[in-house]
């Protein structure tokens, strides 16, 4: 990430550079001089100026998806594997109003990606003029900054700023609208850009960490509540030392997993609805919660005044915002979370009996990846041991970007994560559609490792058409399609909560995906046995270019644990 | 009958009161102000913005919650999250929200 300080030089350097230059190679060179190599982007009539002179940055790569969300979703794959800003370009109207989910998306997850779309031209602004939307105004809750250029010589400087923004603290998207007009005026001006002026502390106060050094001490049964923040904020080798300093046991959410590698001695498993259930009751129990980079989302709370009801509360977090925001907190350290967990040092928690408690528990409830549903004795696939065998034949260091439904849940319990950064996953938008265009983004970022794609047969026709462009760049994905002909979280949740009423979640009139993929010339094939998951599985990893593995498995078959919404973590239901 | 459950964490707790807001004279602040006010769960009684000396903004509003986790505390932190965002403040109230 840019430092204020380099920033500062950036402006100096910008504003030296007098040439003659259009808005949109301006807009182009300064996103070139911020270290951006890749952009997802779509052409369009209002975005032509800027396409026009593309080509002459070199240095920048152009994706061409085939769907505007795919750019952005693609966008922030490459931002989520690389630890890079990502990018994406599409042009006004419907272009820009088909960004609005991944912007929501890159939202809601904290990742950064800079946004960029054409606009009508400044005069017609207003008029309601042929592919006119406000997408100022329509993002403005899903942003943490965006900007209407205005004039050409501010695109140097508000470049920077984009980025700087969305890369600084808590990071999140920022949306550039620029006019036609102002795209195609030439300028010599280069307008100098204020200083950024918030930076946030660099860590929490020595007096807190004092503080919440004592409720370590003196607490009988700690517990780690880790998440995202923990990736975000480069705090992963921060926390593992602090965890094998302590002794304390740790629960995840989504978004964390991977903090600690799954099979970590203190890690319990991930928490929330569909978390195992020896971190779920460990959370219940524990009588001090020390929460790093989470936020308590009701998806891992449940009924949030039943969540940890005996606990006090340490709260490390770089946005102050989150802090007392859903649960009032003992001690607070806002931020930097790498530096805050560098700085706490406790000694090892007197826990023995907790840790006893809490590690027979987890002994007692492992996965015996048998599945539930009588019918598939007779050989069919069980989606979580194909995912769990999977998870362990393929190299640590692979990435697995998922869709959302069940089988994201599934990915969750059962696969395999050493970093935070492998597990790219919707979390707190819960995008469908998600993992295919987040996989090649992915892949792109990070060519030399192994990118999964784990998709099911609803969320994969949400973007199906990004097939087109692994084949176009030649990206060797590996998609696992989990196929239950059904919207199957759903289904569950009709099965379970509205006394089997299944309305609209049948999908069994779904195409053959082997077909589809091999008509965009990507290679596939389809399994319906248990025993076809090895070869299947090594015919995938052995693929050199994208590869499709279809994988029919049971309508029937549920995720569990599982909370109802709106009840306590305490009352999961089992299959 | 199917009763409208609601979580009583959430219900309305009839918090109100006023915030300074001093913003950057900058596109789209004072909507993002407003827009976040609403969005945390918060209706307006009164708005008041004035132009300040040094070319920034101040924005008085009264405010009453219709439901959510609601604390004012957080919400001037809310606001001042939002770049061009100076600052965000209770008025009329001596007590300010503690660290620890």
């Known amino acids: 990430m840019t430092t204020a300080t380099q920033f500062e030089r950036q402006q100096t350097k910008i504003l030296a550079n007098r040439e003659p230059k259009s808005g949109a190679l301006l807009l182009l060179e300064s996103i070139a001089a911020q270290g951006v190599d890749t952009i997802f982007g779509y052409p369009g009539g209002a975005i032509m100026p800027v396409y026009d002179v593309l080509p002459k940055v070199t240095s920048l790569r152009h994706i061409l998806c085939r769907h505007e969300q795919g750019c952005g979703m693609a966008a922030i794959g490459y931002a989520r594997a690389t630890g890079k800003t990502g990018t994406a370009f599409a042009t006004s109207g419907p272009g820009a109003t088909n960004l609005v989910t991944a912007i929501a998306d890159a939202y809601l997850d904290s990742v950064p990606v800079v946004f960029v779309t054409g606009q009508v031209t400044s005069d017609l602004m207003g008029t309601d003029a042929f592919q006119e939307v406000d997408i100022f105004g329509i993002t403005l809750p899903i942003v943490k900054h965006s900007y209407i250029a205005r004039d050409p010589a501010d695109l140097p400087g508000m470049v920077a700023e984009a980025y700087f923004i969305a890369a600084e603290g808590r990071p999140g998207p920022v949306l550039i609208d620029l006019p036609k007009d102002v795209a195609n005026a030439l300028t010599t001006e280069r307008h100098k850009w204020r200083p950024y002026p918030k930076i946030k502390p660099e860590m929490g106060q020595s007096d807190y960490i004092s503080k919440a050094e004592d409720l370590i001490k003196k607490s009988k049964k700690p517990l780690f509540y880790i998440g995202g923040g923990i990736a975000q904020g480069d705090g992963v080798q921060e926390l593992r030392d602090l965890v094998d300093r302590t002794n304390i046991p740790v629960v995840s959410t989504l978004k964390g997993l991977g903090s600690l590698p799954s099979d970590h001695p203190s890690f319990l498993g991930m928490l929330g609805m569909h978390g195992l259930k020896a971190a779920n009751y460990a959370v219940q129990e524990c009588d001090l919660l020390i929460v790093a980079g989470a936020r308590f989302d009701d998806r891992a709370t449940g009924k949030l005044d039943t969540f940890a009801p005996n606990a006090k509360v340490i709260h490390l977090d770089i946005d102050i915002a989150e802090i007392n925001k859903l649960r009032k907190t003992d001690v607070y350290l806002d931020g930097s979370l790498k530096k805050n967990l560098a700085a706490l040092n406790p000694g090892e928690a007197q826990c023995e009996n907790w840790r006893h408690i809490c590690f027979s528990r987890r002994d007692e409830h492992e996965w015996d990846y048998k599945s539930p549903i009588e019918n598939m004795k007779t050989g069919g696939v069980y989606a979580p041991k194909l995912l769990h065998d999977l998870s362990r034949r393929v190299d640590r260091s692979a990435i697995i970007t998922c869709d959302v439904g069940q089988h994201q849940m599934w990915v969750a319990q059962h696969c395999y994560f050493d970093n935070p950064k492998d597990h790219i996953t919707s979390g707190g938008l819960g995008t469908m559609g998600f993992g295919l265009p987040a996989g090649l983004g992915a892949k792109l970022g990070a060519p030399n490792r192994t990118v999964i794609t784990v998709s099911g047969d609803g969320s994969i026709m949400m973007n199906i058409q990004e097939l087109a462009t692994l084949f176009r760049y030649d990206i060797p994905l590996k998609i696992v399609l989990l196929d239950n002909s059904a919207l199957g979280m759903v289904r569950q949740w009709q099965e379970v909560f509205f006394e089997k009423n299944y309305s609209e979640v049948n999908l069994d009139d779904n195409p053959d995906f082997a077909m589809v993929a091999k008509a965009f010339q990507i290679d596939a094939f389809t399994i319906t046995k248990g025993d076809e998951v090895d070869d299947g599985i090594e015919r995938l990893l052995s693929a050199t270019g994208p590869i499709l593995m279809h994988v029919k498995i049971d309508t029937y078959e549920n995720v569990w644990p599982l909370v109802p919404p709106g009840r306590s973590n305490a009352d999961m239901m089992e299959r | ?100």
């Open chain 2, 1 to 100: 009958m199917v009763e409208l459950q609601r979580d009583k964490t959430f219900e309305p707790s009839g918090v109100h009161g006023k915030l300074k807001i001093v913003l950057h004279d900058v596109s789209g602040t004072l909507i993002r102000a407003l827009g976040t006010i609403e969005r945390r769960g918060y209706d307006y009684r009164d708005v008041h913005c004035t132009q300040r000396v040094d070319g920034d903004f101040d924005l008085l509003v009264h405010i009453e919650d219709t439901g959510g986790p609601n604390n004012l505390d957080t919400l001037c932190k809310q606001l001042e999250r939002l770049y061009n965002v100076v600052s965000a403040e209770k008025v009329g109230r001596r007590k300010h929200a503690e660290r620890a």
